[in-house]
């Protein structure tokens, strides 16, 4: 059986590991955009800014995805990590997290797990959010660090290499091949030029991450792959003092907050928080800049960074989730001359863009130094902005001082998995011989989720071929 992976992100990494461990006969071929792990670098912490690397962004693109410089965080509950478990079932996920965490460890990951044993401080914590209306997820953390991420992403590589596994770097998938209703392959190209080629494959599995999100939705278009346009998260990135944080940073290490704020009852969630962390730009194609945020082990700031999403659904006749939000994206690196941008809060409610004095006057020093300061509201939705500052006012009841005046947002941050594949419960799409996997599917979010459909792929591929 030939298993053809486009895409080296976590569940298509995964997808190859529990192949070899169930001791499967498939050739497995991965073929990556970006480059091996060892050879990803940002010159961004030389240069102290974005260089806007080219053909693709190395903190976006390369062996492990976009999770090998993001702060590693394993969310270790089902109920955080996207919809996964409405597709295969609660119990079966809750059973995989404990199975794919073990390969983790085994790896090199931090034994030690955030958010355990503090149960009467949660309580105290929940009640607070029960009072500002919100709900809190409380999920264990395994935290890798964005450094420590590197080391054991590089122990897997070499892990797939020595197992026969073949990685075909800097290669870029341009189109999925078809006869007739059935995936035999792909087009791909070397991505920084050359001829184009054709793989064949038994089977396909296309797990491209959300930096290829809107690539898979062009393929289910061109292609006729049943999908759907599902929800798109647009939000901000938020830094506060660690003095601020300091209770839920040492209480949960990352609180997990939803809300439906007035007037227009939106979800509204916290994201990837980072203790101690730092904010970061990656870029997309078209030169498009979001905002994200690291944390690493052993290099910690002043500041706690987390996102706050809000998320839109939206109903016949539009159908273009992705297009929307990167349009919001564009119109604020516009403003910001190519930049994130950053406003201080209290600018937001008085109606005023903030000033680089202003920042250089404040008690939080931003930890992205070239975020130009601006007005975000201009670019924003005002939907969206709304429902953002309602949900900072109800988090400042849960963490006092959040929505202080010199609290900070960045912009744009987006999630780009809105469009959803329709699948069956073995991944399999509406095309024979097509599987669809991780966050460009639109069934989950984050490393542990996508890690874990990974390792459900490849049993139902080693089921189906039994058969």
Known sequence: ??????????????????????????????????????????????????????????????????GAFSDGKLSLSEEVGGDLPELAGYQTVRELIGYTDKMYLSFGADPHVEGLNNDEAVKEIRRNAIKAGLKLVDCPIRHLGTENAHKLYYKIQKYLLENGVTILFNTTCVDLTFDGDVCTGGLFVPS???????????KVVVATGRKGADWLD??????????????????VRVEVRNEIMEKVNNVLYESKLIGYPLPFCNKVRTFCQN????????????????????SFKNIKSDNTNLAIL??????????QPIEYARKVGELTNMLGDGHIMVQRFGDILQGKRTWQDELQRSNIVPTLPDAVAGDITSAMPYRTMVSIIEFIKAMDVVVPGFAGDETLLYSPEIKF???????????????KNLYCLGDSSGWTRGLMMSSVMGVMMARNLCNNNKD
Not at 192 to 202: I, M, R
Request: with cysteine; net charge neutral.
């Open 275 to 294: 203790p101690g962390g730092f904010v970061a730009q990656e870029n997309y194609d078209n030169n498009l800049a979001v905002v994200n945020g690291h």
């Open 417 to 431: 998995y809105s469009n959803r594949v329709k699948l069956g419960k073995d991944f399999a799409t509406s095309k």
């Open 1 to 66: 059986m030939k298993v053809l992976i486009v895409g080296a992100g976590p569940a298509g990494i995964f997808t190859a590991l529990e192949l070899i461990a169930q001791k499967s006969d498939a050739e497995i071929t991965i073929v990556e955009q970006g480059n091996a792990i060892d050879r990803r670098a940002c010159p961004k912490a030389k240069t102290g800014k974005c260089m806007n690397c080219k053909p693709y962004c190395h903190i976006t693109t390369g062996f492990s995805g976009a």
């Open 310 to 319: 809000c998320s839109h659904k939206f109903t016949h006749p539009f159908n």
């Open 218 to 235: 062009e393929q289910c278009r061109a292609h006729g792959i049943d999908h759907e346009a599902g929800v798109v998260d647009i939000g």
């Open 192 to 202: 920084v030029g050359g001829e184009k080629f054709t793989l064949n494959a038994d």
